[in-house]
């Protein structure tokens, strides 16, 4: 782990959040100036109380310092209220604040970023990890400026009664910092220990909870078990050591504390008994010395706070520090020509490498795809077929070579334009906590009823999902619970046909389906290919059937021929176009050609002839 951040640091970095809040902030702590004026007022009465009206047994004297005491010490509580309160609003605002944009930054990393991170540990960081940053940012800060005022001022009013003795007070002073000080290392490293244990224990559940099935069927409740005990017994120490040295700072401080307060009334007496001093100017003395501690140690728990907060942040900046592996083009840099059935797609002398790999993902790979057309993608498991899907979303963008949509090169599109128009059915279909609805509809939340249940009925959804206990208001677990593998896909394509979008992906839509739910998945495909550009990515021979072209990634040439050949692809074509993927390439004449092997099934709609395509 590095070293925490330096307060100026967290303090540049976080500084802008407070921004929108320095009026409140400014508003509390003059408030909470007036409070402590009030105090020292009011103790000014006390003094006034005791030599005029209380050492010299006249009620009349009593009255004024009386009533002005009351006036003020209501002033004070109202101060005291109003600047507390603005300044836990505007602690609260910034922390908000603070949360919402690290949640806006993390949504936009790319997948690769969660695929190294443990989901646990981050909502650890946006809970926890923001609320330590704000205590060191927002509400130290007041805290901080209030304390110091009153400091300030108690020691003035102390040195306007009697300068030397205040000063003696003060040279006790500094053994207060001594013991603050001593504090902080330890509970640095504590404050570090608990925050990561914490992140552990919530990562820990986190997993647990969702991996509950594979859990359970593995036989490792124990196990999991084990490994949150472990987390807990880190936590546990960490927690405990804090717990030592915050429990023990205060009764320390409380011993500094009574040696000075004897040793100033020991003097005091002394004093008294010289007629420097009177006796109530010896209680405003004491009680100006008194509360003049509380402060001081206000201000030594802040710097601990402090501490335990640097820790927190130092989570935060990594995760903050943390760039998408993509940049947006700025918005109207680049647009697109209206669709009319579906988008060309291109992939030109694509490479690339995912951040952590060794060996790339793809190399020197061409495509094209007409508009319109419905091309399947198959290959060796690894091949690179997913990370196809990927570059087209620009969850990534190439090493070398360009990915075009209708021409443009997807770089100089907006982020948010090129999602708009392409429209994924991911190889693990997601399942949200939702309505089936609310699932469908989860990429047009505007999208009418009538419509999701249109979407519905392309992805041959809706049957099933009428037959639920309640219909397309269903509650589906997280994970998809209630639907079987086959509905959850149906599901997904539904989301995938509401968005319209001209380019379809699907990446393995019917993995892992008997044939009766295959070929639910695959009727919709049909039917869908028709007004948009598809790109199925799939190791089904079957699908073939479906498709205009099949494009092999990968592999070994000539199992790649065997593997095509033994498909029932449609017509002739040469095996180079095939196999390379590379439609624009030269086919030299001696190329093999991939026959068909198996007749066209009978029954079946020929898809090129359904496309109205000759
Ligand atoms: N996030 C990642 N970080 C590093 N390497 C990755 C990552 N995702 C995939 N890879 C690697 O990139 C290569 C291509 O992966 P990809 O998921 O595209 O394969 P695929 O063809 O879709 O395979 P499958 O048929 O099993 O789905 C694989 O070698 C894989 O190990
Ligand atoms: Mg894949």
Redesign the pocket.
């Known amino acids: 782990m590095t070293a925490a951040p330096g307060l100026r640091e967290v303090f540049a970095r976080f500084r802008p959040f407070l921004r929108a809040e320095r009026g409140g902030l400014l508003v509390a702590a003059a408030l909470l100036v007036l409070a402590a004026l009030a105090d020292t007022a009011a103790i000014w009465m006390f003094m006034l109380i005791t030599d005029e009206a209380l050492a010299a047994g006249s009620l009349d004297a009593f009255w004024t310092p009386g009533l002005s005491w009351l006036g003020i010490a209501a002033f004070g509580a109202a101060s005291s209220f109003g600047g507390t309160y603005l300044a836990t609003r505007a602690a609260e605002r910034f922390l908000v604040r603070l949360r919402a944009h690290v949640f806006a930054h993390v949504q936009r990393l790319s997948?690769?970023f969660f695929?190294r991170r443990r989901t646990g540990d981050l909502v650890a960081r946006l809970s926890g990890d923001v609320e330590a940053v704000e205590r060191l940012v927002a509400s130290g800060m007041v805290e901080t400026g209030t304390a110091l005022f009153s400091v300030v001022l108690y020691a003035g009013a102390a040195l306007y009664l009697r300068w030397d003795l205040a000063l003696l007070s003060f040279a006790l002073a500094p053994a207060f910092w001594l013991v603050a000080r001593s504090f902080s290392a330890g509970m640095r490293t504590a404050s570090r220990e608990e925050r990561a244990g914490n992140g552990e224990i919530a990562t820990v559940v986190a997993e647990g909870l969702s991996h509950v099935e594979l859990v359970q069927a593995g036989n490792q409740q124990h196990n999991q078990d084990a490994k949150l005990r472990a987390a807990s017994t880190r936590w546990f120490r960490a927690k405990l050591a804090e717990a030592r040295l915050s429990a023990l700072y205060p009764p320390l401080v409380t011993m500094v504390e009574t040696v000075c307060i004897l040793l100033v009334i020991g003097v005091g007496v002394w004093e008294i008994s010289a007629e420097r001093i009177t006796l109530g100017g010896l209680m405003a003395f004491a009680a100006y010395i008194g509360y003049l501690y509380p402060p001081l140690q206000d201000l030594g728990r802040i710097t601990m706070a402090v501490t335990a907060a640097r820790a927190g942040s130092e989570r935060l900046i990594e995760l903050l520090d943390a760039r998408p592996a993509v940049a947006d083009a700025p918005i109207g840099t680049a647009g697109l020509p209206p669709s009319r059935s579906g988008r060309a797609v291109e992939f030109d002398r694509v490479a690339f490498?995912?951040?952590?790999?060794t060996?790339p993902?793809?190399r020197d790979f061409r495509l094209q795809v007409r508009p319109g057309e419905f091309v399947l993608i198959t290959?060796?498991?690894?091949?690179?077929?997913?990370?196809?899907?990927?570059l087209l979303l620009r969850f990534y963008d190439p090493e070398a070579g360009r990915v075009l949509l209708d021409g443009v090169d997807l770089t100089r599109l907006p982020l948010h334009a090129v999602r708009d128009q392409i429209g994924l059915v991911p190889?693990e279909a997601d399942v949200l906590h939702a309505t089936v609805a609310d699932n469908i509809a989860f990429a047009r939340p505007e999208a009418t009823r009538a419509e999701v249940v249109a979407a519905a009925r392309e992805a041959d959804a809706d049957e099933f999902v009428r037959a639920l206990p309640e219909g397309y208001d269903t509650m589906l677990g997280e994970r998809g619970a209630l639907l079987s593998g086959g509905q959850r896909r149906r599901i997904a394509i539904a989301r995938a046909v509401l968005r319209r979008t001209p380019v379809l992906v699907l990446?393995?839509p019917t993995n892992g389906l008997d044939a009766a739910s295959k070929s639910k998945v695959v009727a919709p495909l049909r039917a869908l290919a028709r007004t948009r550009t598809t790109i199925l990515?799939s190791?089904d021979p079957e699908l073939a059937e479906l498709a205009d072209r099949v494009v092999v990634?990968?592999g070994e040439p000539t199992s790649r021929l065997d593997a095509v050949a033994a498909w029932p692809v449609r017509h002739d074509v040469p095996a180079g176009r095939v196999l390379s993927g590379d439609l624009s390439a030269p086919v030299p004449d001696d190329a093999p050609t991939v026959r068909l092997r198996r007749p066209w099934p009978a029954g079946l709609t020929d898809p090129l002839h359904a496309r109205g395509r000759p």
């Open positions: 997948p690769d695929a490498r995912y951040p952590q790999a060996e993902a793809l290959g060796p498991s690894g091949a690179g077929k997913s990370t196809l899907a990927r190889q990446d393995e990515i190791h990634l990968g």
